[in-house]
């Protein structure tokens, strides 16, 4: 199956649907929604981690990467789903973190137990002379980067949480142990990996960063590409159907003409998140303000037209479990959510690279506005909950942060039909369900023709009908309208013109050319308003023009 053509659907399995009663989410429970999945169109599904962990980040904390976590079920229940997913055409893809492991991973274990080579599996240093950790690097949940172990008089990295320690891929052993899962997994007929935060595994200089947080040191470290293409040659990279894609955090577009080339050396595609920090400032996500339309614009068109320009692949997506949800964040949740939903998917489903869906963005799923602390379950969140409050903030205010910037935004259970627990369980959820589910789910929207449900549907099509929605290069129109998104592709004798008002007011746009020629393939109204070369575009208005050339 050619990944250009291909749309990939990520499960939260914690939040997609319980079989068994017990309120979180299992394997089983996916089964059994793979009927719905394959009427929406997919052909991959990308599932987060369902390894054996802790569950301290849900699951990015894994103690065993060859065991399914019992609360997800066992391996005849992944092998039950693999089969099923196959019967259906639809491949699944694994979620590999291997920056990292669970503090209660074997290995670890025995570096804490003092074992000198399974110490060499994680990266221990020794503190400053003044008693301080060896450098001042943060880590990604809050708090200082690194944790002291009494015992060694030394302290060992944890990029993201304490009970999540760094693994050190600077030791031939390590890699070779990540390999070995690999393959373990590959022979289990796993046709897709993703990689988490790939992109920090090669650390550099420990030392201590006055411009920043410590990134510069450990991202697009100086032996990555290397990294990456020994572990390509040694597993997926002999399996041609096999399709990749790295989760790249703060990376630069320069890595990642390498990492998702063409060439096929390292991955088949990546995931950046510069256009997802529109609404921070600087870094900083735990604030508020406006998103910047223009900078969103302008991120997207700069990866769309130089990754093409490198023959390298874009991963293009809103949503995933770790961003809020997209409508609520470039939408308008309230009186036009159908119509911004709608917009909003037709601007990525018609972008040059692999769309993503996040399970319940068909659905045009909310933010759930949380406001007690009981529900947030987020590690991140209940850490920034304490650290904002302790830099000064009210109570109040953080939770208005929370409500926009937290995780948990995206993790509530996914929305099936109006019942006690939306469907998603016959028992109370791990995370609340957001009320709004009597109107938003599933059931109501596959009844419904005009749903977005069914509008993903008719974008994950396009794909398939279209070669120039999968293959064409991108140029980027009127780059700086005020509230207009618009675009044109081109392939062979195929060109597209994808027309998007990102506010609620009504907007007339030029597009510069005569727009007679052109079939209206899709849009968000029952119609479209074009006359010569302008558009009329209703609140949040999206449409998509064709034309054989
Ligand atoms: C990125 C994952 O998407 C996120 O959920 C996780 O917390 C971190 N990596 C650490 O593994």
Known sequence: MDFKKSVVYQIYPKSFCDSNGDGFGDLKGVTGKLDYLKELGVDYIWMTPFFVSPQNDNGYDVEDYYSIDPRYGTMEDFEELSREAKKRGI???LDMVFNHTSDRHEWFQKALAGDPKYKNFYIFKKGKANGEPPTNWESKFGGNAWKYVEKFDEYYLHLF???QPDLNWDNPEV????????RFWMGKGVKGFRFDVVNLISKDKYEDDYEGDGRRFYTDGPRIHEYLQELNAATFGTDAEIITVGEMSSTSME??????????????MVFSFHHLKVDFVGNEKWVIVPYDFQKLKHILFDWQTHMTEHHAWNAVFWCNHDQPRVVSRFGDEGRYWKESAKMLGTVIHCLRGTPYIYQGEELGMTNPHFDQISQYKDVESLNHFRILQEK???ESAVYEILKIHSRDNSRTPMQWDGGKYAGFSDAEPWISVNPNHVRINAESEMQDDDSIFRYYQKLIRLRKDYDVVAYGDLEPLDEKHPSVMAYRRTWKDQELLVISNFYGKEVTWD??????GYTRLLGNYE???LSGTKAELRPYEAVVLYKSL
């Open 91 to 93: 491949r699944l893809m």
């Open 161 to 163: 949480d304490v009970s």
């Open 175 to 182: 890699r070779q142990e990540l390999q070995k899962v690999i």
């Open 255 to 268: 890595n990642c003409y390498r990492y998702a080339s063409e060439d096929g050396k390292e991955l088949s």
């Open 392 to 394: 000064g903030l009210p």
């Open 511 to 516: 597009a510069g050319r005569g727009l007679d």
């Open 527 to 529: 119609d479209s308003r």
